[in-house]
């Protein structure tokens, strides 16, 4: 417990490299609801089964419980230090298990070795239709194996990949990218708090532009820049079903935001856009609003 509130401290007031300050996850953490001894013998909902700081030991025998379970739907694993043993275990389980459909492993520092595990979970599951990965420490080298997992599986629906280290080379054409382009089962993506930016920001609007099925996409807090601003435009001309981008904190530049404004002026589908914390300038802001009053009267 010391390690966990150590880091909730540190995480409450992060600031964003565009100067903005970005609220930590300590005090939502801090208000989850946390299974007591007495609660398991009271008002346990089956569908939505809490439980915390399990290690890798506790998680391996959950992991085993659970393979044959058939009441519980809804499994929140967050913040319980697995280790790499622990969601191996969780992975294995939920290649066998077909009933559970949604699963938050967030805050767990899985890295490259889980990756791997929950990359070939995902070849065989045709149950989950929800994932939260969010905080995993999960950088390239997991995304290499992440990749080839989210083309071939078509059945999940929500993926949260924020807060971790995705770069230049997790957007490049045969990894993250390329995934967005070929998936055609999901809806949404959350890609917020990595280090998407340069070339790694251009494959991902790239895979944007062939994706048909997303509805939500939120990139904010990375560092799209004016390339990706560019990248975006060509995007937003040719996709017809995203409704939902978030591209606030990415450094975009007046440059940036007049591009983009021409490919939102073409866009018809797009229906929440937020672009908050961009050095885009007056300029900028005018460019996208004449380009919003365009898509609203034509």
Known sequence: MAHQDEDHMIEEDE???????HPGDGQQQE????????????????DRFHMRNLSHTGTNALAISLVTNTSILKLNLRDNWMEGIGGASIADMLKENCYITE??????????????????????????FSLNLSENHLDERAARHLSPALISNQKLQHL??????????AGGKSCMGTAIAENTGMKSLNLAWNCIRGKGAIAFAKGLEGNIFLRTLDLSFNG????????????????????DLNISNNRIPLEGAIHFALGLKVNTTLRVLKMSRNPMQSAGC?????????????
Do not use: P
């Open 15 to 21: 600031v964003d490299e565009g100067g903005g300050i």
């Open 31 to 46: 208000e989850e609801c946390v299974i007591s001894d007495e609660d398991f013998d009271t008002d346990l909902e089956l």
């Open 103 to 128: 699963i938050d492993l967030s805050e767990n520092r899985m890295g490259e070795y889980r990756a791997r595990a929950l990359s070939s979970m995902l070849l065989e599951n045709s149950t989950l």
């Open 160 to 169: 949260d990949l924020s807060h971790n280290r995705f770069g230049d080379i």
């Open 224 to 243: 799209l820049g004016k390339e990706g601003a560019v990248a975006l435009e060509e995007a937003l001309k040719h996709n017809n079903t995203l409704e």
């Open 286 to 298: 005018f460019a996208i609003l004449k380009s919003v009053q365009a898509s609203l009267f034509s």
